[in-house]
């Protein structure tokens, strides 16, 4: 069964700097793709970042240059770096995988889902 838990939200300024995790377990194949995803209130949830299971990046338009996906070699720890964040940035982040392929960062293209982690940003 696979399970996946955020952490790292905070409250930071604006212009600051965070980095979420998610570690994951039961991933039990090499190719899971693994993303992020925010939801803030009365907003759809919205696709940050993906990684494919041969490490290929892709980001939402929003993010680019600012945050960077990254997964550790075991694929047991989905990492976030978040830079140069706004106001805009806040939300619930999520955790998402699925066995690849998947339609990168459409929400109903993956399985498992963590609880989220809240991130606030103070302008």
């Known amino acids: 069964q696979v399970h996946l838990v955020e952490s790292g939200g905070d409250s930071v300024q604006a212009g600051g700097s965070l980095r979420l995790s998610c570690a994951a377990s039961g991933l039990t194949y090499s190719t899971y793709c693994m993303a992020w995803f925010r939801q803030a209130p009365d907003k759809k949830r919205e696709g940050v970042a993906h990684?494919?299971?041969?490490?290929?990046?892709s980001y939402g338009d929003s993010v680019k240059g600012r945050f960077a996906i990254s997964a550790s070699d075991a694929r047991d720890t989905l990492y976030l770096q978040m830079n140069n964040l706004k106001a805009e940035d806040t939300a619930m982040y999520y955790c998402?995988?699925?066995?690849?392929?998947?339609?990168?960062?459409?929400?109903?293209?993956?399985?498992?889902w963590g609880q989220g982690t809240q991130v606030t940003v103070s302008s």
């Open positions: 998402a995988a699925d066995i690849c392929p998947v339609a990168i960062l459409t929400p109903s293209s993956y399985g498992y």
């Open positions: 990684i494919d299971s041969d490490g290929t990046t």
